[in-house]
């Protein structure tokens, strides 16, 4: 069914006292030319009511068409779109490099003007070669006309980037569906940038933006693309002379703005916007809503001071090695969970052994060290965990055999403000110390290598929990691969490690979890996890082990099945 949203009488008196009266649309235009260079289009098309188009098919996509490659747009969102309309735009679409994405959450008799599927819903428009798809339905009332969010993952501007659509409603109570929608937005987003936009059936100031604003530890709070447009400021912020406000050009016939883009905030700035009537040459308009224009310059993201933080969220991450050869990111919680998966890696990692501990290039991320095969790499972290052009580590990666040396970043071992490189062997554990960053490449020290463990090591499997002592040096824990024990071996600097203290709540046998890693302490409380795969019958789950003060907790599963493709976490 058509929205409430012309009989909601009390929204209606709240939307009028928030936004004053609207100024001429050419004073908020935002130019083409020179706008910034992330853009998106947000459009609800009215495709099967008494608002829809006049135009036919052929026109009406002609039409969207346009406006589409008139904004050099990155994204375009769609609402109330039939099938045949997404069909045909997608066709059009397609030549300028566009890639599609649908849902459906109803039928619609209207739909049949534009073909016999009358599906109706939501559509996603990236200029990307492909995307990944996600949507899922939000929690409706009975009898009520379904809602969702569709999103699609993919290069936008260069950048990977989440993009969500979204329709809500007001009978979703308490806040129109955002918390359900966001909710998704920051599971599939993995920590990645993300733009979030629809017709959320609230006004700029409706506390049902309340959640998307303030977003989640995963994305990040959020900006609203039209919230510096002075032009639609509302008094209140006129007199107290803010730079941002509630507000914003309406995007609905009636005066309303109704229609929203989000961007999360530590990834883009200078965010513009304005709605404009595409030209069309037929009687009426082409729906009861206007276009809404986006743009905004892409922000880099710093990297944080949480060890294992890959995706500059402040929470640990861990990467997985898959048998396809493919290198995935599972973004966590900072409570032992995770929020998602992505894949970072296509190709050419099978057999790699990875890990992440410590800054190589200088710019204050974390970034990834990789052996693969008999040679070790450093892969560059963008800032949300997607990774640059590998690096020869310390200029020389060749002679770090699979049959040999088993190389990991380990985080600063020695103390020196630098992170280093722990090598397991034949021979036993060797601290290979990093140098400074020279034009943004890993260096190592000039220094040789240092055996800091026995020939013991050679049956241990390293694991690498970072300080976990408080003395500023990374620590190292030894799991014997032959009885399962779990041993702790705080660091003495460039010298031997000290005498194993064990963890208790084990054996943690390899027959029952074969792979295990640790970012540390992931809870915040002080204590140094564990994640571990574990046997399930003929699959593998993963566990989260919590650290207690003399070992490991009781495990918690939080991935079912699936874990036995995995060859490596790190």
């Known amino acids: 069914m058509r929205l409430l949203r012309r009989t909601a009488a009390v929204l209606a008196l709240l939307a009028a006292a928030v936004l004053p009266a ?67 735009l997608r066709t059009a679409l397609a030549d300028s490099g566009y890639t599609a994405v649908w849902t459906s959450t109803d039928t619609a008799p209207g739909c049949a003007k534009w073909s016999a599927d009358t599906r109706f819903g939501l559509g996603v428009f990236v200029k990307a070669p492909a995307v990944d798809r996600y949507a899922a339905d939000l929690t409706v009332p009975a009898a009520e006309e379904g809602r969702a969010v569709l999103c699609a993952r993919g290069p936008v501007d260069g950048r990977t980037t989440l993009v969500c659509n979204t329709h809500l409603a007001q009978y979703i109570t308490p806040d129109n569906g955002s918390s359900q929608a966001l909710a998704k937005a920051d599971t599939w987003a993995a920590g990645l940038p993300v733009i979030l936009g629809g017709d959320f059936n609230a006004g700029p100031a409706y506390p049902a933006l309340d959640p998307i604003r303030a977003g989640l530890p995963g994305t990040g709070p959020f900006a609203e ?29 009636d005066g309303k703005k109704f229609d929203h883009v989000f961007l999360s905030a530590r990834d883009f700035h200078t965010v513009r916007a304005d709605a404009i009537d595409p030209e069309t040459a037929g009687p009426a308009p082409l729906s009861d809503h206007r276009l809404l224009r986006a743009a905004a310059f892409p922000e880099p993201r710093p990297g944080t001071a949480t060890p294992g933080d890959l995706t500059g969220d402040d929470r640990a991450d861990f990467l997985a090695v898959k048998d396809d050869g493919n290198l995935r990111l599972y973004s966590g919680t900072g409570g032992g969970s995770l929020a998602g998966t992505r894949q970072i890696g296509t190709g050419g990692w099978a057999g790699a052994a990875v890990s992440h501990r410590g800054d190589w290039t200088g710019d204050g991320r974390e970034d990834v060290l990789a052996r693969i095969g008999d040679e070790l790499w450093v892969y560059p972290n963008a800032g949300s965990g997607e990774l640059g052009a590998r690096l020869a580590m310390g200029g020389r990666p060749t002679g770090w055999s699979n049959g040999g040396a088993l190389p990991l970043a380990a985080g600063d071992v020695d103390g020196d403000g630098l992170p280093d490189v722990l090598a397991r062997s034949a021979t036993g554990l060797w601290l290979h110390r990093g140098g400074p960053a020279v034009d943004g490449r890993p260096t190592f020290a000039a220094k040789a290598a240092l055996q800091i463990g026995g020939p013991e090591w050679a049956g241990y499997d390293v694991i690498l929990p970072g300080d976990v002592t408080g003395d500023g040096r990374a620590d190292v824990w030894g799991r014997d691969r032959a009885t399962g024990a779990l041993r702790q071996y705080a660091s003495q600097g460039a010298t031997a490690l000290a005498a194993p203290v064990a963890l208790g709540g084990g054996p943690w046998t390899v027959a029952d979890r074969r792979l295990a890693v640790s970012a540390g302490d992931v809870t915040g409380d002080g204590l140094a996890d564990l994640w571990t795969t574990r046997t399930a019958g003929t699959a593998e789950n993963l566990e989260f082990l919590p650290g207690t003060t003399t070992g490991l907790g009781a495990p918690a599963v939080i991935g079912t099945g699936g874990w036995q493709w995995l060859t490596w976490l790190g």
């Open 22 to 88: 609207a100024a001429p649309a050419a004073a908020d235009t935002v130019d083409p030319a020179t706008a910034p260079p992330v853009r998106t289009l947000s459009y609800n098309v009215c495709g099967a009511y008494t608002c829809q188009s006049p135009l036919d098919l052929p026109a009406w996509t002609a039409e969207v068409e346009e406006e589409t490659l008139a904004w050099d747009t990155d994204a375009l969102l769609l609402q109330e779109l039939c099938f045949g309309q997404w069909a045909s």
């Open 225 to 253: 693309a039209d919230e510096n447009d002075r032009s639609y400021f509302t008094q209140t912020c006129r007199d107290a002379g803010v730079t941002e406000c509630r507000s914003g050009e309406p995007t609905t016939s």
